[in-house]
């Protein structure tokens, strides 16, 4: 099969970066699908798997979001797939990514795809809305159905893949005012088509902008980019008894004692923690999946996809990635087909 992958680090430019190479077809294993590969999205987990890699000489395939077809299943798969079922994921990191034409992966991380969505626009989809999905029900606590448990939430990079969805999500949440950060007039229309209450700018002072919107507190904080620039900022922002919850970790340990007398609440999410240590509760993943497709279906929220680099081939992903690491793109970078 055709397969994208890397021998060892470089820079996205770098002709080597990633190369097209001929593999051997995966085979399941008893809880696992084989899968069609249909489209894929391009997340910054890929460009920092790309940075780390040892050089080794072992040839490694990136890639953790994908809309695809099931060919075949394994013995212990249960009888909700079926070969020829539409299926989405983003899978499990300590596993070969999805950058190739077949792909294995634990059928308790997979969902059935929205039906009203392409290929690429469901690929966009599975990664970044688990990540906001445990991020604010899972980890913050929210709930979809009661009373929300606080007034106010901030999204930190709200036009980003994660955001988009977060945005999204979290305005399914009664009564939740959004407040989402981006730095430019485009990406700021951006969360607000998504539909942001309001957007202030991640650059600038928060919060002068917070104080400005007549909101000098926030309940909960969801740090998306940056942790180690906002964390100050947003330690004396969050109000007392609320929860920051980041995705992303710091290069320098921040003041956690700064949050101390608020008794706040500092909370991680981290998307392959389920896949990654096989958790009781990893099918979780699944069911989030197949809600989502529903939410989508449903009209409720959309897909993040904003564009699509054509095939699936190293050149183009090369492009994806110097793309992505520019940290300047808005919803979600997506590939189609080999
Ligand atoms: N823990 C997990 O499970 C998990 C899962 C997914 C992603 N992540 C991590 O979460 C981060 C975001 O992922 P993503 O897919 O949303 O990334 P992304 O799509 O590459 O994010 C791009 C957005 O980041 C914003 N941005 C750039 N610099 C910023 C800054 N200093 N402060 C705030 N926002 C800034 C930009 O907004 P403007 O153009 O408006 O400036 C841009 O729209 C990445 O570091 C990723 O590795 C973690």
């Known amino acids: 099969m055709k397969a994208v992958g890397l021998y060892k680090a470089l820079p996205s430019a770098h002709p080597e970066a990633l190369v097209d190479r001929e593999i051997p077809t995966p085979v399941p294993g008893a809880l696992d699908l084989l899968v069609r590969v249909e489209a894929i999205a391009v997340n910054p987990a890929d460009y920092r798997v790309r940075g780390q890699k040892a050089d080794d000489g072992q040839f490694v395939i ?49 969902g059935h795809r929205p039906r009203t969505l392409s290929a690429a626009e469901a690929a966009a989809v599975p990664l970044t809305a688990l990540t906001a999905w445990e991020a604010l029900f899972d980890r913050i606590g929210f709930s979809r159905t009661d009373k929300p448990r606080w007034q106010t939430l901030l999204i930190v990079g709200g036009a980003g893949g994660v955001g988009s969805m977060a945005i999204q999500l979290a305005k399914l949440i009664p009564g939740l005012r959004v407040i989402a950060t981006a730095s430019r007039p485009e990406s700021q229309a951006w969360c607000r088509s998504l539909g942001a209450d309001a957007v202030i700018d991640h650059f600038g002072d928060l919060r002068q902008q917070l104080a400005d919107l007549v909101l000098p507190q926030i309940d909960a904080i969801l740090i998306l980019n940056d ?45 392959f923690t389920r896949s990654m240590f096989a958790t009781a509760d990893m099918g979780a993943q699944r069911d989030i999946l197949n809600t989502v497709a529903e939410l989508i279906d449903a009209g409720q929220i959309k897909s993040a996809a904003t564009h699509d680099l054509g095939l699936i081939h190293a050149a183009n992903l090369r492009a994806a990635h110097g793309r992505l690491e520019s940290q300047r793109t808005i919803g979600k970078l997506t590939l189609t087909g080999f």
């Open 227 to 271: 942790s180690d620039r906002h964390f100050p900022a947003l330690a004396e922002i969050l109000a007392p008894q609320g929860t920051l919850c980041s995705v992303v970790p710091f290069k320098t340990a921040p003041d956690i004692n700064s949050i101390m007398r608020k008794s706040a609440t500092l909370v991680w999410e981290f998307m």
């Open 62 to 110: 990136l890639g953790w979001d994908v809309a695809g077809t099931v060919l075949s299943t394994g013995p212990g798969v249960s009888s909700a797939f079926r070969p020829g079922d539409a299926v989405y994921y983003a899978g499990d990191l300590t596993r070969p990514g999805a950058n190739s034409e077949f792909h294995v992966v634990d059928s308790r991380l997979v």
